[in-house]
C-alpha cells in the first residue's frame, strides 16, 4: 500500500479496498472521521498485513483498534495541538500493540499513566492477559527512566519530564509477554426450546500438557436468558473462564457467534455489554473473568458458536517505539489554564 498525505477517509477507504476490510455497523466509525477528516496520512509499505497498516494509520491519527479489526474510532478525548486520542502503535504480522496516554489533573505530585492493548488478526482472540516489561524510557533530552516492571498498566509516572520535553518520548523499549494457543476448541450449542438457561463448562482431559489448565484453569459460557417480547428475541449470554488461582487468568476470553437455523451468522442489535471479574461460578473456584451481551435480534436464534483456545503458550516478544509523540491535552500545562476557567464559570 503506498498513501502520500491523504485524508483519513481515502485511506479507509483505501485499506477496505486492498484488505477487504469493513468495520462493525454498530460503531461509530463514519463520526469519528469528522473528527480526523483534515489529518493527512502516508502509508508506504510493500509487503505488510493489515495489523502493520493500522499500526500506520494508529500512529498518525486518533483512531484506536479495540476488540478486533472491525472495531476502529477515536478513543479519549480530541486535543488542540493533535487528536487527543492519537496512540503508539506498533505491529508484527497479524499482532497490534497500542499504548494510550492519560494524565489526572487532581493528582500530586502530577503523573501520567500509560496504558497497553493488544489486538490480534483472529477476530476471537482477546489478549486479556497480555502484559508489557518496560525496561527503558528515554526522553528527548536524554532523560531516563529504567525498569518500569511488568504490567498492563503503567501508573504514577513523573509528568515534569513529559512536560519539559513537550510531550516527546525518544524511545520506549521493552517485552511483551502473551499467551497464544496451542489447541483450539469449537462447539455449537443448541438454542432448543425450553433448554434455556443453561451452562457449559469445559475442562481438558489431559491438563498436565499445558501449566495453566494443570493449575486449575477452565472455560465457561452461561445463556443466561432466551425470551421473546412482541416478536422481538433478546439473548443475554456470559463467557469467560475461571480459576482456582488469580495468577492463572491468562487465557483468552474465547469468542460467541449467534447463528439462525441455516447455520449463518446472525446480526443483532447490542442492548449491552459488559465483563470483568466476577464471583465463581461454582463453590470449587476462587474468582472468574468474563465477557458479556445482551442482543436482540429479529427472528429467534437457533444455536451458538463457541470458540476459545484451552491450551496456550507463552511468547516474549522484544518491542520498540520511536520518536513518540504524547498528545498536548496530557502534558501541555495550558490546558490547566483551560481547564480553570471552565471550572470558574457559572452554572446555568
Same mark, same amino acid.
Given at each position: 500500500?503506498?498513501? !502520500?498525505?491523504?485524508?483519513?477517509?481515502?485511506?479507509?477507504r =483505501?485499506?477496505?479496498k *486492498?484488505?477487504?476490510? !469493513?468495520?462493525?455497523? %454498530?460503531?461509530? $466509525?463514519?463520526?469519528?472521521?469528522?473528527?480526523v477528516?483534515?489529518?493527512?496520512?502516508?502509508? @508506504?509499505?510493500?509487503?505488510? +498485513? *493489515?495489523? /502493520?497498516?493500522?499500526?500506520?494509520?494508529?500512529?498518525?491519527t486518533?483512531?484506536?483498534?479495540?476488540?478486533?479489526?472491525?472495531?476502529?474510532?477515536?478513543y479519549?478525548?480530541?486535543? #488542540? %495541538?493533535?487528536?487527543?486520542?492519537r496512540?503508539?502503535?506498533?505491529?508484527?504480522?497479524?499482532?497490534?500493540?497500542?499504548?494510550?496516554? +492519560?494524565?489526572f +489533573?487532581?493528582? %500530586?505530585?502530577?503523573?501520567?499513566?500509560?496504558?497497553?492493548?493488544?489486538?490480534?488478526s483472529?477476530?476471537?482472540?482477546y489478549?486479556?492477559?497480555?502484559?508489557?516489561?518496560?525496561?527503558?524510557?528515554?526522553?528527548?533530552?536524554g532523560?531516563?527512566l529504567? @525498569?518500569?516492571?511488568?504490567?498492563?498498566?503503567?501508573?504514577n509516572?513523573p &509528568?515534569?519530564? &513529559?512536560?519539559? @520535553?513537550?510531550?516527546?518520548?525518544?524511545?520506549?523499549?521493552?517485552?511483551?509477554?502473551?499467551? *497464544?494457543?496451542? !489447541?483450539?476448541?469449537?462447539?455449537h450449542?443448541? &438454542?432448543?426450546?425450553?433448554?434455556v438457561?443453561?451452562?457449559?463448562?469445559?475442562?481438558?482431559?489431559?491438563p498436565?500438557?499445558?501449566? $495453566?489448565? =494443570?493449575?486449575?484453569?477452565? @472455560?465457561?459460557?452461561?445463556?443466561?436468558r432466551?425470551?421473546?417480547?412482541?416478536?422481538?428475541?433478546?439473548? /443475554?449470554?456470559e463467557?469467560?473462564h475461571y480459576?482456582?488461582?488469580?495468577?492463572d487468568?491468562?487465557?483468552?476470553?474465547?469468542?460467541?457467534d449467534? *447463528?439462525?437455523? #441455516?447455520?449463518t451468522?446472525?446480526?443483532?442489535?447490542?442492548? !449491552?455489554?459488559?465483563?470483568?471479574? +466476577?464471583?465463581?461460578?461454582?463453590?470449587?473456584?476462587?474468582?472468574?473473568?468474563?465477557?458479556?451481551? =445482551?442482543?436482540?435480534?429479529k427472528?429467534?436464534?437457533?444455536? $451458538?458458536?463457541?470458540?476459545?483456545?484451552?491450551?496456550?503458550e /507463552?511468547?516474549?516478544?522484544?518491542?520498540q517505539?520511536?520518536n513518540?509523540?504524547?498528545?498536548?491535552?496530557?502534558?501541555?500545562p495550558?490546558?490547566?489554564?483551560?481547564?480553570?476557567?471552565?471550572?470558574?464559570?457559572?452554572?446555568?
Amino acid at each position: 500500500m503506498h498513501l !502520500s498525505d491523504v485524508d483519513v477517509p481515502t485511506a479507509l477507504r =483505501e485499506i477496505h479496498k *486492498l484488505f477487504g476490510w !469493513s468495520h462493525d455497523p %454498530e460503531t461509530n $466509525i463514519e463520526r469519528d472521521e469528522a473528527f480526523v477528516k483534515d489529518v493527512r496520512v502516508t502509508i @508506504n509499505r510493500d509487503d505488510a +498485513s *493489515l495489523a /502493520e497498516i493500522f499500526a500506520d494509520l494508529c500512529n498518525q491519527t486518533g483512531f484506536m483498534i479495540y476488540e478486533d479489526f472491525i472495531y476502529v474510532g477515536i478513543y479519549g478525548e480530541v486535543g #488542540k %495541538e493533535e487528536t487527543g486520542g492519537r496512540n503508539l502503535a506498533y505491529a508484527k504480522d497479524g499482532l497490534l500493540l497500542i499504548l494510550s496516554f +492519560s494524565q489526572f +489533573s487532581q493528582e %500530586e505530585p502530577r503523573n501520567y499513566y500509560i496504558h497497553t492493548h493488544v489486538v490480534d488478526s483472529v477476530p476471537w482472540l482477546y489478549h486479556d492477559g497480555a502484559r508489557l516489561q518496560i525496561d527503558e524510557l528515554i526522553y528527548s533530552d536524554g532523560t531516563r527512566l529504567a @525498569n518500569l516492571g511488568e504490567d498492563t498498566s503503567f501508573c504514577n509516572i513523573p &509528568l515534569a519530564p &513529559l512536560v519539559a @520535553n513537550h510531550g516527546k518520548i525518544e524511545r520506549i523499549s521493552g517485552i511483551l509477554s502473551i499467551q *497464544l494457543p496451542l !489447541s483450539v476448541v469449537v462447539r455449537h450449542i443448541p &438454542l432448543a426450546p425450553g433448554k434455556v438457561p443453561i451452562a457449559i463448562r469445559h475442562i481438558p482431559l489431559e491438563p498436565r500438557k499445558v501449566a $495453566i489448565v =494443570e493449575s486449575g484453569a477452565h @472455560n465457561y459460557i452461561r445463556v443466561i436468558r432466551l425470551d421473546e417480547v412482541q416478536g422481538t428475541w433478546t439473548l /443475554e449470554c456470559e463467557y469467560g473462564h475461571y480459576s482456582l488461582k488469580q495468577d492463572d487468568l491468562r487465557l483468552d476470553f474465547g469468542h460467541v457467534d449467534v *447463528l439462525d437455523a #441455516k447455520g449463518t451468522v446472525m446480526q443483532g442489535t447490542y442492548k !449491552s455489554v459488559g465483563g470483568g471479574p +466476577s464471583g465463581p461460578p461454582d463453590p470449587d473456584s476462587v474468582t472468574r473473568k468474563c465477557k458479556s451481551f =445482551e442482543m436482540e435480534y429479529k427472528v429467534r436464534p437457533s444455536a $451458538i458458536r463457541w470458540t476459545y483456545a484451552d491450551a496456550t503458550e /507463552e511468547y516474549r516478544i522484544p518491542v520498540q517505539f520511536k520518536n513518540c509523540r504524547v498528545p498536548d491535552i496530557i502534558w501541555n500545562p495550558s490546558n490547566d489554564k483551560i481547564e480553570t476557567k471552565r471550572k470558574d464559570r457559572p452554572n446555568r
